[in-house]
């Protein structure tokens, strides 16, 4: 991890993804004025919510050149834990988070998950590519509306009820 400092939300949400309840968040972008604030995912729901362990799964992020330079701590708060600490990833780099676990490692009755959750990185970046590169199209590729959900959680549905 490049920088330890803790990163101060402006919301949280907790969104529907195939039926399971994850959390992202909402966080000012200090890095760059002109770049929008970014949605993070805490990696400890989504590793719970995948049944991987958590521990083991944000080793290999912080061993990862590229997962463990974006890996920050933000302060959240969820209910009925009240506020803790939590290292998170960008919502952008969740699909790479994904693309490295093993679903043949994990336990059997959560590996149709992991797979799921992999197959839906596939098909968007799939029709990014088709789409875009292949296709020569300026427009945004359709994506499944699985990801579409939890990508409507953007900066600007963020933005009607920010924290002060």
């Known amino acids: ?26 966080v000012p972008n200090e890095e760059q004025e002109d770049i929008q604030d970014q949605i993070f995912i805490p990696l400890r729901p989504l590793c719970t919510s995948l049944g991987v362990s ?33 290292q998170c990833l960008p919502l952008s780099l969740i699909p790479g988070f994904l693309f490295g676990l093993n679903p043949a490692r994990a336990k059997p009755d959560v590996r149709e998950k992991i797979t799921r959750y992999r197959r839906e990185c596939f098909r968007v970046l799939y029709r990014a590519f088709a ?34």
């Open 54 to 86: 958590v521990q083991g799964q944000l080793r290999r992020v912080q061993d990862d050149e590229v997962l463990g330079t974006a890996l920050r701590p933000v302060n959240i708060t969820l209910t009925g834990q009240g506020e803790r600490t939590m």
């Open 1 to 26: 991890m490049d920088d330890e400092r803790t990163v101060e939300l402006l919301e949280t949400r907790t969104v529907d993804f195939y039926g399971d309840m994850l959390v992202a968040t909402l």
């Open 131 to 164: 789409d875009q590169a292949l296709l020569g199209r300026t427009q945004p590729a359709p994506t499944s509306s699985a990801y579409t959900s939890l990508m409507s959680s953007d900066s600007a549905a963020f933005s009607s009820s920010r924290r002060s």
